[in-house]
């Protein structure tokens, strides 16, 4: 079955860190851009990070400093490692797939990214 497996999500206090994992099953992520996507609730969803095949990396501003995402081939994982945590950050976030060319420029989340997984929730509350 091809299917991303999300993990890491959960409650953390602000301040705190998480790390997400994005899995590939049943495909390989090589030539894939790999992006993270975050949706609170009532508002539109946003790029937050995306990594290409060259290994090229762009990042929403408000997460600047804060966030790294990295890929691991040899495991088709990608993570977005979360330090700094702020109750803005609170969403559900997604991984999703694209081709080899996206992820190549500041307009990176405009592009349409194909394959998602199924979201996990990170909420920053005391």
């Known amino acids: 079955q091809v299917q991303f497996v999300e993990s890491g999500g959960g409650l953390v206090q602000p301040g705190g860190s998480l790390r997400l994992s994005c899995a590939a099953s049943?495909?390989?992520?090589?030539?894939?851009?790999i992006g993270w996507f975050r949706q609170a609730p009532g508002k539109e969803r946003e790029g937050v990070a995306c990594?290409?095949?060259?290994?090229?990396?762009y990042y929403v501003d408000s997460v600047k400093g804060r966030f790294a995402i990295s890929r691991d081939n040899a495991k088709d994982t990608v993570y977005l490692q979360m330090y700094s945590l702020k109750p803005e950050d609170t969403a559900v976030y997604y991984c999703?797939?694209?081709?080899?060319?996206?992820?190549?420029?500041?307009?990176?989340?405009?592009?349409?990214?194909?394959?998602w997984g199924q979201g996990t929730q990170v909420t920053v509350s005391s």
């Open positions: 999703a797939a694209g081709p080899y060319f996206f992820c190549s420029g500041d307009t990176w989340y405009r592009e349409n990214f194909g394959f």
């Open positions: 990594i290409s095949v060259y290994d090229s990396i």
């Open positions: 049943g495909f390989s992520l090589d030539n894939s851009a």
